[in-house]
């Protein structure tokens, strides 16, 4: 822990998907935005941060993109080969962080490279609520609209209960032993594990929710990255 209130972390940063539901010409990760890659402002996030320790990005093993990139060659980025899910990359980031040293009792932030816009005071919120916490949590929004079951006819069942819902956002922050063996067993299990809330959540605890900026989306479509190049036009 540091005077800053907050304490210090790695990142691991999961990029080694294809982006299929963007349909560009290249991963959505490597798309430009605002005069650079779309995950160098990712990047940015973490490195301009003083409790980062280290930075781990996972990378296709044959991306032809991410050597190109100035943030490749920072000294506090390492790289790892990616899997064939989003959890297999986030268990390289973890490995490799224990290879090199890093104590299992260290907070580790699981970020996806497809959320560039990742505000300071999110991120700050997230360690400062999280410092103390037995488990660890997430960042996380409230559902805001009305909520519908549908049925395999595509009518409405029911209206479900809003007020207990939240979509999971990532920072996520564990700490690096629980979230190893959370999720070796997850997957071990053949779980489903879209994020390492699940994880945690399958070993049998419960992640904190951070309540964090709905702007902090995940680019999943080319409307996504439309709306966030007009929003940083302003
Ligand atoms: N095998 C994979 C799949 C996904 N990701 C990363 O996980 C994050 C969230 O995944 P998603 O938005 O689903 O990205 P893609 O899998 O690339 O998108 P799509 O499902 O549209 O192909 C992204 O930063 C993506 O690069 C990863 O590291 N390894
Ligand atoms: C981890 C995540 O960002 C939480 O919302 C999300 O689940 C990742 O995207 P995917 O489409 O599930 O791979």
Same mark, same amino acid.
């Given at each position: ?12 940063i ?39 320790l280290?930075l781990?990005?996972? +990378?296709?093993? =044959? ?9 490749a ?12 899910e ?15 040293g ?9 970020h ?8 300071r ?14 488990v660890?949590?997430?960042? $996380? ?5 009305t909520?519908?079951?549908?049925g ?12 207990? +819902? ?8 564990? /700490? ?7 999720l070796?067993?997850?997957? =071990?299990?053949? $779980? ?7 994880? +945690?959540e ?5 992640? /904190? ?13 080319? =409307? ?6 007009? /929003?940083?036009?302003?």
């Open positions: 822990m540091t005077a800053r209130m907050t304490p210090d972390f790695w990142a691991v999961p990029a080694a998907g294809v982006g299929s539901r963007m349909r560009a010409d290249r991963p959505k990760q490597y798309l430009p935005l605002a005069g650079k890659a779309l995950i160098e402002h990712t990047l940015d996030c973490f490195l301009d941060h003083p409790g980062l280290g781990v990005v996972s +990378i296709a093993p =044959e991306d032809p993109y991410w050597p190109s990139l100035t943030c060659l920072d000294q506090r980025v390492q790289r790892v080969d990616g899997g064939a989003r959890a297999d990359s986030v268990l390289a980031g973890l490995c490799h962080l224990r290879e090199r890093a104590r299992l009792t260290d907070w580790v932030l699981v996806d490279a497809a959320r560039p816009n990742l505000a005071g999110d991120l700050d919120r997230l360690l400062g609520e999280l410092a103390d916490d037995p660890g949590g997430l960042l $996380a929004v409230p559902a805001r609209d909520l519908k079951r549908a395999a006819d595509g009518r409405v069942v029911e209206t479900v209960d809003r007020s207990v +819902i939240w979509q999971a956002y990532t920072p996520q922050m564990f /700490r690096l032993g629980a979230l190893l063996d959370a070796q067993a997850a997957l =071990e299990a053949g $779980a489903a594990v879209t994020d390492e809330a699940s994880a +945690i399958w070993v049998g605890e419960s992640p /904190r929710l951070v309540e964090g900026r709905a702007d902090n989306l995940k680019v999943t479509r080319p =409307e996504d990255l439309q709306w966030l190049e007009q /929003r940083w036009a302003r």
